[in-house]
T-cell receptor
Framework: GAGVSQSPSNKVTEKGKDVELRCDPI?????LYWYRQSLGQGLEFLIY????????KSGLPSDRFSAERTGGSVSTLTIQRTQQEDSAVYLC??????????????FGEGSRLTVL | TQLLEQSPQFLSIQEGENLTVYCNSS?????LQWYRQEPGEGPVLLVT?????EVKKLKRLTFQFGDARKDSSLHITAAQPGDTGLYLC??????????FGTGTSLTVIP
């Protein structure tokens, strides 16, 4: 597809289980971002990948959260030992901008995570 | 974390009215973007401003970047039901980071 693709679109899990969320960015986009959004609220920055550079993990809320990006394309966000407060929509975005911060972010539709 | 506060948080107006949404921060940003998000979808870019004092117009929408590059405003003239959505500002820094605001939920009643 031409846009950012995220899967699953919905995930319901039990407290304490691990979950993996996948993001397939637009082909050729070197920058990839993960954000978290609570219902009707703003976006909380989680992690940023740019090409082959070390990712900026400064937004990850705890060591239960991790992300990787393989081959400079697909990214996986992993949440271990999920807690109820992890329930949110996880949004992925990609951008072709290499320098300067004026590039447009293209977002996927998000993965809605519910932790029971 | 560089915080951007938006006001108001919620806004419900009649079709044809004008409105202004504000985005404020104590941090300086090298760029400021505005996005609109509809339910079940990701945010979509409306505009990018990069120069302090810059004003951009997009049909009925007017965007302004503050002189000190710490704040921005979005003004909508003669609002339409199609303008309904969540409006998000995002500040960019030299590290290609984008920090999003707290959001303004706009409802335009026909």
């Amino acid at each position: 597809g031409a846009g950012v693709s995220q899967s699953p679109s919905n995930k319901v899990t039990e407290k304490g289980k691990d979950v993996e969320l996948r993001c397939d960015p637009i082909s050729g986009h070197t920058a990839l971002y993960w954000y978290r959004q609570s219902l009707g609220q703003g976006l909380e920055f989680l992690i940023y990948f740019q090409g082959n550079s070390a990712p900026d993990k400064s937004g990850l809320p705890s060591d239960r959260f991790s992300a990787e990006r393989t081959g400079g394309s697909v990214s996986t966000l992993t949440i271990q030992r999920t807690q109820q407060e992890d329930s949110a929509v996880y949004l992925c975005a990609s951008s072709k901008a290499r320098t300067l911060n004026t590039g447009e972010l293209f977002f996927g539709e998000g993965s809605r995570l519910t932790v029971l | 974390t560089q915080l951007l506060e938006q006001s108001p948080q919620f806004l419900s107006i009649q079709e044809g009215e004008n409105l202004t949404v504000y985005c404020n921060s104590s941090s300086v940003f090298s760029s400021l973007q505005w996005y609109r998000q509809e339910p079940g979808e990701g945010p979509v870019l409306l505009v990018t401003v990069v120069t302090g004092g810059e004003v951009k117009k997009l049909k009925r929408l007017t965007f302004q970047f503050g002189d000190a590059r710490k704040d921005s405003s979005l003004h909508i003239t003669a609002a339409q039901p199609g303008d309904t959505g969540l409006y998000l500002c995002a500040g960019g820094n030299t590290g290609n980071q984008f920090y999003f605001g707290t959001g303004t939920s706009l409802t335009v009643i026909p």
